[in-house]
């Protein structure tokens, strides 16, 4: 890193240079990143306390839940910080490390959608086979698989970009360091970065993309054939929610890796788009539209409920016992507690001249 030594930090602009705004965008931003933690930490709990979810798909549904988190905590809590700050700074090794993550975060998420998509696929058109077809080592390989590529395209993207020389202006025109955005900055000529992450963009797309696209059309086929008009609306909106995130998430990445960097505000929504919309939604989209995941949570939440009340039962119990023994005490009864023997007070409120308590060793009360 001795050739990043002409500035030793970025400026980030951020979504809005207004300061009038930024409150807002603070509070706005911050609610969906709170909605954003809880829906997929919900999600991954649930998976992981009931037992009926263990399942592929929701094998497959977990992962995507933890990168959704680790995709929007990459940028977005710098994103909030910058809203109330003045400097809006960003050191050069905070910015490569963030930019890292970031791909690494998008690469592995495009690769477990296309698994997730033929798991969809084996289980709708291949019903019979699907246990078979979707074994443990087989989703253990797919997601494996899934994270080694993000590991991969973002190791490889982000040791290329030492060999830049970064002066000048160091201000960055969007929220986060992504790799497009630093690529102006550089005063070395950049074409071989930006040909290596267009490179392996396109890579990355062709290689999970036509899965997806084939996947999906099998499974609309199959649905076609469905003779109930029921069935096949409730299956046709189940698909077209998934689908439509789906295609979503990777037309606005590919857009955003593939074309020149402008600094537009064109590429910052893009961006939203990718790395925090789809975060937020992805736990609605695969629970609000899954009966399953409906039921677990109700099961999970009054498993709680009745650990509660049974906590609370005992505590009464414990209670009432305590009040019972103090109250036949009262009436002059000796009890025994651990070996000590309690005695009661006469009807003058005074204790028994022998002492406070006694410990019984042998014969009978005295």
Not at 237 to 248: G, Q
Not at 266 to 274: A, F, G
Not at 301 to 319: D, H, I, K, P
């Amino acid at each position: 890193m001795t050739n990043l030594t002409f500035f030793s930090e970025f400026i980030l602009l951020g979504l809005s240079a207004d300061p009038q705004i930024q409150p807002l965008l603070f509070v706005l931003f911050l609610g969906i990143y709170l909605l954003t933690l809880m829906g997929n930490l919900a999600m991954i709990l649930v998976i992981r306390g009931d037992s009926h979810l263990h399942t592929p798909m929701y094998f497959f549904l977990g992962h995507l839940s933890f990168l959704d988190l680790c995709f929007a905590s990459v940028t977005m809590p710098k994103m909030l910080q910058n809203f109330l700050s003045q400097t809006k700074t960003i050191s050069v090794w905070g910015c490569i490390t963030q930019s890292f993550f970031f791909l690494l975060s998008g690469c592995a998420e495009a690769s477990l959608l296309s698994a997730m998509a033929y798991d969809r696929y084996a289980a709708v058109c291949h019903p019979l086979l699907y246990t078979a077809i979707m074994n443990r080592p087989l989703c253990s390989a797919m997601v494996s698989m899934a994270w080694m590529v993000g590991i991969l395209n973002s190791l490889v993207n982000n040791l290329f970009i030492q060999k830049l020389h970064f002066c000048g202006s160091n201000i960055i025109p969007h929220f986060s360091c992504e790799l497009p955005s630093l690529f102006p900055l550089s005063c070395s000529d950049p074409t071989a970065n930006k040909f290596l992450l267009s490179g392996c963009s396109a890579f990355l797309g062709l290689l999970t993309l036509p899965p997806i696209l084939f996947s999906y059309s099998r499974i609309i086929s199959t649905i076609l054939n469905i003779r109930s008009a029921a069935g096949q609306g409730k299956a046709f909106s189940t698909c077209s929610s998934h689908l439509t995130v789906v295609l979503l998430f990777y037309s606005t990445a590919l857009f955003r890796y593939i074309s020149p960097a402008s600094g537009s505000v064109l590429e910052r929504v893009v961006s939203i788009q990718y790395s925090v919309i789809t975060s937020l939604i992805n736990p609605l989209i695969y629970s609000l539209k899954n009966q399953e995941v409906k039921v677990a949570l109700q099961r999970v939440l009054g498993q709680q409920m009745c650990s509660s009340e049974e906590r609370f039962t005992a505590w009464r119990s414990v209670r009432e016992w305590g009040r019972g023994i103090f109250r036949n005490t009262w009436k002059g009864k000796v009890f025994q507690v651990s070996g000590l023997e309690v005695l009661p007070m006469d009807q003058h409120h005074q204790y028994h001249p022998q002492s406070y308590y006694r410990r019984k060793i042998l014969g009978p009360n005295s």
